[in-house]
């Protein structure tokens, strides 16, 4: 994981949400834009994969060449960028998207791993960081292995990768166990209402 360059701004908001594959960012996410306290805009990040059936450039992803990817680096267009489990494809935030959220008076919101999300941090030291767990490592696994749509190996990768990135839970300002969807969205949605309450006095 790298970053790029270093930008501070603390009169806009930055939200980031991290957590393991399986701890079920992607339905808070879809719940939280919705069902926000704040007007959230969901950061589109950048890869230099194949779209896949159904999804569609600039919603699911911007679906950019590896030249055209590298080019942007080398203007410092990202945040901060990765090749995802060693797939040889790259992955990266671009700064016009937190750009965009302030814009349209947005807080931009930004669902990263953990890498990305250090990364981040130091650019937006303001940023709010929320790092979404599961209730045990068990319970990780379980959620992981009913999905149905990885192999072994990538499944004990996912697993590992699990286990350094809780390591690095602390680092962020809330952690939120998603034990149960209602009471997890709940719990996110009153950190929102306080950081926005705070950032107005």
């Known amino acids: ?7 501070s701004n603390s009169g806009q908001r930055v939200l980031i949400l991290s957590g393991p594959s399986g701890s079920g960012k992607t339905t808070i996410v879809n719940r939280l834009i919705n069902d926000a306290p704040v007007k959230l805009m969901k950061s ?3 890869t230099t994969r194949e779209p896949r059936p159904q999804e569609a450039d600039g919603e699911d992803y911007y679906f950019l060449t590896d030249e055209d990817f ?35 008076n947005a807080w ?7 890498e990305g999300a250090l990364n981040v941090m130091q650019q937006y030291p303001d940023a ?3 790092f979404l767990k599961t209730p045990s490592a068990e319970e990780f696994e379980r959620r992981l292995r009913s999905r149905g749509t990885e192999n072994e190996e990538v499944i004990r990768k996912r697993l590992a990768t ?19 969807l209602e009471r997890a969205i709940g719990e996110i949605c009153e950190i929102l209402k306080s950081e926005e309450t705070a950032s107005n006095a």
């Open 44 to 46: 589109v990040s950048a």
């Open 1 to 7: 994981m790298n970053t790029l360059g270093q930008n």
């Open 108 to 114: 931009a919101f930004l669902e990263i791993d953990v």
């Open 128 to 130: 709010v960081t929320i």
């Open 162 to 180: 699990a286990a350094s990135e809780l390591q690095s839970a602390d680092r962020y300002r809330h952690i939120v166990v998603n034990d149960q």
């Open 70 to 104: 590298r080019s942007r680096l080398s203007e410092n267009e990202f945040l901060e960028f990765a090749e995802v489990f060693s797939s040889g494809f790259l992955y990266g935030t671009l700064r016009s998207e937190v750009e965009r959220a302030w814009t349209e």
